[in-house]
């Protein structure tokens, strides 16, 4: 069964790839290698600041620095999805390799035998919500597969594309502005419905409600400037990036940082349902080992433009 899908999902890429000469590669176009690949946004070149020196000193915002993204890319339109991450399961047979994924139970964290076709949200999970409870190295083994079946370049954004790509092109707090009360518009937060089913001891929730509790299903709320759903909000996403604390001088030209050998920690941006507003800003960095796993960290993927 597994390579009967396999093979079809093969047979859909090579029709897909002899199509792909005439795709528009022009900002703001969207691409898609096979029917049912994720969708994909073209990001333009350009400039742009990176980091806030005025953001959570724990997490080393700053100190700003100017960064150039030299070639336009795609970056996918929605978080990858249950259904999606369910054809690479079904395809390869490889089951995320971390067993426990962690729940908000109030202010602490619960393990009980949770995965990504069960984070503990207390319901049935939908094929089209963002998958959670995937790793950043699962995150990568997806990338991988959809390279190898689509015979395209995905890969994770690195955190410089993922900041450019989602404040696009605004110097707001929030790419809808600086307040966080329009959230519910934009993005699914910690909201008051959130708030009523996931109690917490001394969290604000902004003064809203987008009706989720926890994830919804992607492209239900408005874009941002350049086309992307969900960039903030819904679920963290992974990226490239080893997290380095404050931000190295270099690169600067929209690569990854990696270091030699081990990496201990990995960037995980954007915020999730579970998350205060102010980890809703483009600026916020989260870092996290390549293993962890929680019911509110899932991924976009990026590909390369030929």
Same mark, same amino acid.
Do not use: H
């Given at each position: 069964m597994i390579k009967i899908m396999f093979?079809?999902? $093969?047979? %859909?890429?090579?029709?897909?790839?002899?199509l792909a000469q005439s795709v528009s590669i022009n900002p703001g176009a969207l691409l898609q290698d096979c029917a049912d690949c994720p969708e994909m946004v073209v990001i333009p070149s350009g400039a742009?600041?990176? @980091?806030?020196?005025?953001?959570?000193? &724990?997490? !080393?915002?700053?100190?700003?620095? %100017?960064?150039?993204?030299?070639?336009?890319? *795609?970056?996918?339109? /929605?978080?990858? !999805? =249950?259904?999606?991450?369910?054809?690479?399961?079904? *395809? +390869?047979?490889?089951?995320?390799? =971390?067993?426990e994924c962690s729940m908000w139970v109030m202010t602490k964290m619960s393990t009980p035998n949770r995965?990504?076709?069960?984070?503990? /949200?207390?319901?049935?999970?939908?094929?089209? &919500?963002a998958v959670v409870c995937v790793s950043w190295r699962d995150a990568r083994a997806y990338a991988a597969w959809l390279s190898g079946v689509t015979g395209q370049r995905y890969r994770l954004p690195t955190e410089a594309e993922w900041e450019?790509?989602?404040?696009? @092109?605004?110097?707001? $707090?929030? /790419?809808?502005?600086?307040?966080?009360?329009?959230?519910?518009?934009?993005?699914?937060?910690?909201?008051?419905?959130?708030? *009523?089913?996931?109690?917490?001891?001394?969290?604000?929730?902004?003064?809203?409600?987008?009706?989720? *509790?926890?994830?919804?299903? =992607?492209?239900?709320?408005?874009?941002?400037?350049? @086309?992307? /759903?969900?960039? $903030?909000?819904? =679920?963290? &996403?992974? +990226?490239?990036?080893?997290?380095? $604390?404050?931000?190295?001088?270099s690169p600067t030209d929209g690569s990854a940082v990696e270091v030699e050998g081990a990496c201990d920690l990995r960037s995980i941006r954007g915020g999730g349902w579970i998350t205060q507003a102010y980890r809703q800003r483009p600026t916020w960095r989260g870092t996290d080992p390549e293993r962890q796993m929680d019911a509110f960290f899932g991924f976009r993927i990026a590909r390369d433009l030929n």
């Open positions: 093979q079809s999902f $093969l047979l %859909m890429s090579v029709t897909a790839a002899a742009f600041t990176m @980091g806030e020196n005025d953001g959570d000193p &724990e997490r !080393t915002e700053g100190p700003e620095r %100017m960064v150039t993204i030299p070639k336009a890319f *795609a970056l996918g339109r /929605y978080e990858i !999805t =249950v259904g999606q991450f369910a054809d690479f399961i079904a *395809a +390869t047979g490889q089951e995320p390799e =971390v067993d995965t990504w076709r069960d984070p503990g /949200y207390k319901r049935s999970v939908r094929n089209d &919500e450019y790509a989602a404040k696009g @092109g605004t110097k707001s $707090l929030y /790419y809808w502005g600086d307040d966080p009360d329009d959230a519910c518009r934009y993005a699914n937060v910690y909201d008051a419905t959130a708030a *009523a089913k996931w109690p917490t001891e001394d969290w604000d929730a902004p003064a809203c409600d987008d009706g989720f *509790a926890d994830t919804s299903p =992607v492209g239900s709320f408005e874009p941002n400037p350049f @086309g992307l /759903y969900d960039i $903030l909000g819904n =679920v963290w &996403e992974w +990226t490239q990036d080893c997290a380095i $604390l404050p931000y190295p001088d």
